[in-house]
């Protein structure tokens, strides 16, 4: 069953273009967070041969969100673009600073707008977004020679900020601590995008825009949708 299980997953890596981990107590985040499960199944040799000639062979998008962006930083697809051996130096994804799960609405910033996933109006960099989180493990932990880099090449997409808008590393704003008060980051060729915020869920797939009729109390733009960004870049 484990191996008609891979082997299935791999025929349809093979024949798409976007790629996409979902997240949201993924498994029931058992064992001790589901983004470890998912990292072991993209180390498979069937699976992570199937995702390199997605990105390199066809030019394809990966996307994680929430235990899919644990799995992506875990497997070193981000922020290095290519599935790694773990190391000590490679950044992760830890516990909350609060040493609990968090389920709320923050503010985050688009750092960056150079990746596909950013293409289109509304994804510019400065725009801000109020995008739901919930999660026990977000803490982006990254050294700080890398942290700058990353910054410099434009690798961070999203960033969590306060009422005025800057990034900011405690909470309630930033709601796991982070550091860098990163929220999403991209490989170097942008294609692979990871975050923690659940851009899935604001999403009214009728008026592809945010719906007032889910979240009536939430103040500013909770529409960030990545997802046409990602169809636009196929449609050329």
């Not at 191996?3 to 890596?13: F, K, R, V, Y």
């Not at 390199?52 to 697809?77: D, H, P």
Request: aromatic fraction near 6%; proline fraction near 6%; hydrophobic fraction near 35%.
């Amino acid at each position: 069953d484990l191996a008609s299980s891979i082997a299935e997953l791999g025929a349809a890596i093979d024949g798409s273009h976007i790629l996409a981990f979902s997240g949201g107590f993924s498994a029931g985040d058992e064992p001790d967070g589901s983004g470890k499960f998912i990292a072991n199944v993209i180390r498979e040799n069937r699976i992570s041969d199937a995702i390199m000639a997605l990105l390199e062979e066809r030019k394809g998008l990966v996307l994680g969100i929430c235990n899919g962006f644990q799995a992506l930083i875990k497997t070193g697809l981000l922020p290095y673009g290519r599935i790694l051996s773990p190391s000590e130096d490679m950044p992760t994804l830890t516990y909350n600073t609060v040493g609990r799960h968090i389920s709320r609405f923050v503010s985050t910033r688009i750092t960056s707008d150079i990746s596909p996933w950013a293409e289109g109006e509304g994804l510019k960099q400065g725009k801000i977004h109020r995008i739901p989180v919930s999660h026990g493990e977000g803490r982006v932990i990254i050294e700080a020679s890398l942290a700058r880099e990353l910054f410099e090449k434009g690798q961070v997409f999203a960033q969590y900020i306060d009422g005025e808008g800057k990034p900011v590393m405690t909470e309630p704003d930033n709601p796991n601590g982070s550091q860098y008060a990163i929220e999403g980051l991209t490989s170097p060729c942008g294609r692979i995008l990871g975050k923690m915020g659940h851009s899935e869920r604001p999403i009214d797939t009728r008026t592809l825009s945010s719906s007032p009729a889910l979240y009536k109390n939430i103040p500013g733009d909770t529409c960030q949708n990545i997802f046409a960004a990602g169809v636009r870049y196929w449609l050329g």
